[in-house]
């Protein structure tokens, strides 16, 4: 059972943007959209935008992955879900960041796993590069953490669902850790 989101909305926090390259960049991926039935529902955030969900409830700051069928088809088949970050020229990193929703609520669980690989050719290969571990959490809302030094311009975030969805709202890749 997935319940509406759509209530109160508090602020989004900001966080410290300072040497997120990600900052402002396009990505390819989509989010988990549904107009009809009993919780329609757009899980569509914008990834690179500087803000950050303060709870799960009462936003439309998150982008969603589901093993089931959306407006927008399927953007989790074998429950695993992507977005690819644009750096717009290749750029060399130390760290990734993706906020996430860890708790287990109304469908949502933490992911099994998030991953990231890296590109210089969007069709090209994707080496890996690592598997993130979560830091603090506050709120069922944690940072997943990445320190992993590379050079690319494509940053690909796999989202391995654990359970029917999982949520993401922010990517940040640093120059500095």
Do not use: H
């Not at 690179?48 to 088949?77: Q, R, V």
């Amino acid at each position: 059972m997935l319940v509406s989101l759509f209530a109160v909305a508090p602020a989004a926090a900001d966080y410290d943007t300072t040497g997120n390259i990600a900052l402002g960049c396009s990505y390819e991926g989509l989010g988990y959209a549904i107009s009809e039935g009993q919780w329609p529902a757009s899980y569509n955030a914008n990834l690179t935008d500087g803000l950050t969900a303060t709870d799960l409830y009462g936003t439309d700051n998150w982008f969603g992955f589901s093993s089931s069928e959306s407006d927008n088809g399927l953007n989790a088949p074998d429950k695993i879900g992507n977005v690819v970050i644009d750096l717009g020229s290749s750029k060399s990193f130390k760290s990734i960041k993706v906020n996430t929703f860890v708790g287990s609520e109304s469908g949502i669980t933490k992911p099994e796993r998030i991953t990231a690989y890296v590109s210089d050719n969007l069709d090209g290969v994707f080496e890996y590069l690592g598997d993130f571990q979560y830091g603090e959490v506050v709120n069922n809302i944690a940072w997943a953490i990445l320190n992993a030094e590379a050079t690319a311009r494509y940053v690909k975030i796999e989202v391995e669902l654990s359970g029917v969805f999982a949520f993401i709202n922010e990517v940040a890749i640093y120059q500095e850790e």
